[in-house]
């Protein structure tokens, strides 16, 4: 095994009755990396992980984890998981929730030192059962990290939290990168892939149609985004070649075309008055919603 890689999947096939969840598949995870994996609902996501994690066995295909196969117990005691759902005891604290999983561990984090790490020090004699969806979320997320693994598996972490627990969050992923834990995030927040990820994989249908880092899915989109302040209409500039989108809002006219400069010239000369204009390189949500969409067709 490459040691650079924590994790793979090679030509891996899983069916679900006649529902192909997985078709074909091949992924690396790569030491020192956050591998963010998008898809539309029903992509395999979930099923990948599930794959790696040695909670199902492919159809066809092999799946690796730190050069062995998911269940065995040297890798497993390598890896943190925070998947969509999770059944925890109701009736336990949080502190004793964080605690029981870090006995499995051999060099764990305290439970003190996992709920600093992400904020949820108020909550530690509070039974799991009575707590928001939100909190349970924030509580999965320390027990994922409290074995201090090499490799961190987070299935959407931060669905039902708010702005202020999404960026802490954030914030403990990058440390977290920083002090050489990888990790693999599955994420429908497309500014959360664009934020933290060094390396994007979009899977649609269950094979995977697209990887690289955030840059190079953005050059994989021609379209890019203008806007100004004009006193042209939407409609009028709707109907220009190379423009694909108008939208109108208090902060202007937002138009993606194929051929900016083609656009922006015809501005100018159509509006002497043109302010505030700025182009914009298409993001990581242009470039997911094209290549997914081109699967679609």
Known sequence: ???????????VTKR????????????????GELLAVLGPNGAGKTTAISLLLGLQQPDKGSARLFGQA??????RRQVGVMMQEAAL???????????????????????????????IQPLANRPYGALSGGQKRQVQFAIAIVGRPRLLFLDEPTVGLDL?????????????????????????????????????????????????????MRALVVRKRITCRTTLQAAQVAEWPDVQTVNTDHHGLHITASNTENVVRR??????????LEVQRAGLAEAFTELTQEVAQ
Request: overall charge negative; hydrophobic content about 45%.
């Open 164 to 216: 202020q627990s999404r960026e802490l969050v954030w914030a403990t992923l990058r440390r977290l990168v920083r002090d050489g834990c990888s990790i693999v995030l599955t994420t429908h927040y497309l500014e959360e892939a664009e934020a933290l990820a060094d390396r994007v994989a979009v899977l649609a249908k269950g094979r995977l149609i697209a990887t690289g880092t955030v840059s190079e």
């Open 1 to 11: 095994m490459n040691t650079q890689i924590l994790a793979e999947l090679s030509g």
């Open 16 to 31: 679900f009755g006649k529902v192909v969840a997985l078709d074909g598949l091949t992924l690396e995870v790569m030491h």
């Open 89 to 119: 005891p109701p009736e336990l604290r949080v502190r004793e929730q964080i605690d029981l999983i870090a006995s499995y561990y051999p060099a764990p984090l305290t439970a003190a030192e996992a709920m600093s790490l992400t904020g």
């Open 267 to 276: 501005l100018l000369a159509a509006d002497e008055d043109l302010q505030d």
């Open 70 to 75: 998911p269940g065995a117990i040297e890798a």
